[in-house]
């Protein structure tokens, strides 16, 4: 029995147990291999296999209504990163040290890197561009008595920073 006469279901499995790298050589192997191994269960398994130690956030409610070729291209771009990071290990560009006024309860950095918001123990915010920590281009005071403020901020890597100002400005000057 030659290789190629495996049934489909074989190399399913020998895919499971291959890595992105390996399953894509195979694929470049032959026309019947690349075919083989563009079957949805062997891409949808890798995806998987990565989300066990990634967090990528939504996939579960996106996995079922992707295409193969998206959840192909999903794969080789997460194993791209990673090839990449294990490579070229990143390196910090330029290490600053600052310091921040006794006020300041928390430190968020803005998806980005060029904003930072400070939590004030008064309830304030601060915005504060990274080239310029100790000035802030737009403070936000709590318009309540210290000991009213429940103090809770959140950011996601989708938040535009006007939309963060604007509901936290909203949230605290309701009384």
């Known amino acids: 029995m030659r290789v190629l006469d495996l049934p489909l279901d074989v190399w399913i499995a020998i895919a ?5 790298e390996d399953i894509l050589a195979v694929q470049n192997t032959c026309k019947f291999l690349h075919d083989s191994m563009a079957e949805r ?3 949808h398994s ?3 296999d990565i989300a066990s130690v990634i967090h ?5 409610d996106q996995l079922p209504h992707m295409s193969t070729e998206v959840i192909r291209a999903r794969v080789v771009r997460t194993w791209g990163i990673h090839r990449e990071l294990q490579n070229n290990p990143l390196k910090p560009r330029s290490v600053q040290k600052r310091t921040c006024d006794a006020n300041v309860m928390h430190v968020y950095f803005v998806p980005g890197g060029e904003w930072i918001v400070l939590a004030l123990f008064d309830g304030g915010i601060d915005l504060c561009a990274t080239r310029n920590i100790p000035q802030p281009t737009c403070s936000i005071p709590c318009v ?3 000991a009213d403020i429940n ?10 920073l006007g939309t963060l100002i604007h509901r936290t ?3 605290w000057s309701q009384g």
């Open 16 to 20: 499971s147990l291959l890595s992105i």
């Open 41 to 43: 269960s062997i891409w």
């Open 46 to 48: 890798a995806i998987t």
């Open 56 to 60: 990528l956030p939504g996939l579960q």
């Open 144 to 146: 309540r008595r210290r």
């Open 151 to 160: 103090f809770q901020i959140g950011m996601s890597s989708s938040c535009h």
């Open 169 to 171: 400005e909203k949230r």
